[in-house]
């Protein structure tokens, strides 16, 4: 009999979730995977059946004896947890719908570990929100930059990196946490930033023109995109070499402006883009230069990882993919 | 008619809740308080109604609806938050529940603040459990000392802080952050560390020997003891004068170890007290020394607060409320 990797993810039927499932088939793991989610996913799962064992089981994680009967019946071995409502913007309109589901689900989750399966490794997936307020000085951003939330959804991913400690400290949990800066890739949903610049410079290629505008925020803000892809790969080699109790920024170390962005993307399209600034699209909160520094998560994995997607790369899968669809 | 202050004091029935009562008695303050609680008190109101407008409800404040219609109803100038699950050690048993009845109960409450009094002034009530594991090059503790908390306690402590300068930075909320020390005085529970010496102490009087011998935990430790008649002068005090978004440690700024406490209130029952470190009751994570710094809430308060009651006097008033009950 093979020994099969026992992997809990909850937010199976989200963007990371997806792709999650989309390594372990591209590198054949052998796993017996149980997927939870809010909602079943809407992509296709049948060809991830022919890899490798998966279960799918949609549950509220805020109910939480669901959420323990899960851990008690399945008990994995690994636990990735990607469910969240991960929306900054989201969090302003709903700050308590918002807090309860980042915050509590992840309590219910540790909670039913803790008494069932407490030896399992878990992954707790936090965000480069949770810095906050940044100063130039700390960029790069390491792991030691100063915390300051400044959004619902970033106090919820504190308490929640701070409940893992806790939890790894006291009852001996094994918790790798992580602040995963913004990802891009494939199969992301158009009301981020870049499908959503994809989205409306594809519709002036659309209309047979070859150079036109758009309406945007403050494109001058520079952010550290990390490929989907980047990401997964990093969660699952912290799965199994992660340092408990430790936290791992999963970042490129390299910015980019949203304005290069759009000229990467008006490139591959052969669209000339302007840009227009509008007022209602500009954030007033937003961080001028957000970029992580990814050396403790190199140092830990020792050639194992690297960021691999250019960005560029990933705009031509992700326009790939849009043809596809 | 008068200028009544309207005051909102959650958790009302409590030890705070009662002296924060007995304050506003005491000192012929005008006003109108709606206290609620999750029980009634078990102390005697009819007192205080003779001297201020005062309703009490029983809710849950889990129960999100039910705390919004009270702010709406009532429409509280001032809110002051002392609802908590406060045991370190319950919240070690039950961390789940600890939390939310600390975090969510706190997300409900300003929340509904938010919507329906957003000018409202409120004083969110936190704790030096906050500052975790403290450094004694630290001590005594200002508020810039850095935050790691170790218990779910602590950990739902610190988020309703985040959150508090969540909600005054972004939606121009008025709350003012309290780190509070460790109370004593009149009225205190048992199972809390001062009243518990005194029962014992007390039983070996009683038993007619003027000697004998208790079972402690690590009576080495020291502590900022403050009583909660200055606690609670304290917080009115921030209701009118502190600064919006500020936090503020509320301690004498004095540490005495436990075992000083117990020759107090041996030297006041004229009982000799020795002591027996009993394993059971050593907490392995307690810190040794743990000492505020008041100085942020004494330049804040102009010569109105300092510490006044000296904990011989804590003690000797509890010994006489205890005489007289």
Redesign the interface.
């Known amino acids: 009999m093979k020994n099969l990797m026992r992997i809990l993810i909850t937010g199976v039927s989200g963007f990371v979730g997806h792709h999650f499932l989309q390594f372990l088939y591209n590198n054949r793991i052998d796993a017996s995977v149980l997927g939870i989610d809010i909602r079943l996913p809407m992509y296709d799962v049948k060809k991830y059946k022919t890899r490798f064992e998966l279960q799918l089981c949609q549950m509220d994680m805020l109910v939480?004896s669901e959420v323990a009967v899960a851990v008690e019946n399945f008990q994995p071995e690994y636990v990735i947890h990607l469910a969240s409502y991960s929306s900054v913007a989201y969090s302003?309109q709903y700050?308590?719908i918002s807090?309860?589901n980042n915050?509590?689900i992840f309590?219910?989750l540790v909670?039913a570990i803790r008494i069932h399966q407490p030896k399992c490794r878990v992954l707790s997936v936090g965000s480069s929100e949770e810095y906050g307020v940044v100063g130039e000085k700390d960029l790069p951003l390491t792991e030691n930059a100063s915390i300051e939330?400044?959004?619902?959804y970033?106090?919820a991913r504190?308490?929640q990196e701070?409940?893992s400690k806790?939890?790894s400290?006291?009852y001996n949990m094994d918790i790798v946490m992580t602040r995963s800066f913004n990802h891009t890739g494939p199969w992301q949903d158009e009301r981020f930033v870049i499908p959503g610049f994809i989205k409306r410079i594809k519709q002036i290629k659309n209309s047979g023109k070859c150079s036109g505008i758009i309406e945007t925020g403050n494109i001058n803000i520079v952010r550290d995109f990390i490929d989907v892809r980047d990401v997964v790969k990093a969660y699952f080699l912290l799965l199994k070499y992660g340092m408990s109790g430790e936290i791992y920024n999963v970042c490129t170390g390299k910015g980019i402006a949203l304005y290069e962005v759009i000229q990467m993307i008006g490139l591959c399209l052969n669209v000339q883009v302007k840009t227009n600034e509008n007022p209602a699209y500009i954030r007033p909160?937003d961080n001028a230069i957000v970029i992580g520094n990814n050396r403790k998560l190199l140092n830990r994995l020792e050639g194992k990882w690297q960021p691999e997607i250019s960005l560029k790369k990933s705009i031509e899968d992700m326009l790939y993919c849009m043809k596809e669809k």
């Open positions: 939480q302003w700050p308590e807090f309860i915050t509590n309590l219910n909670t939330p400044n959004s619902p970033a106090v504190v308490s701070m409940l806790v939890y400290n006291n909160r």
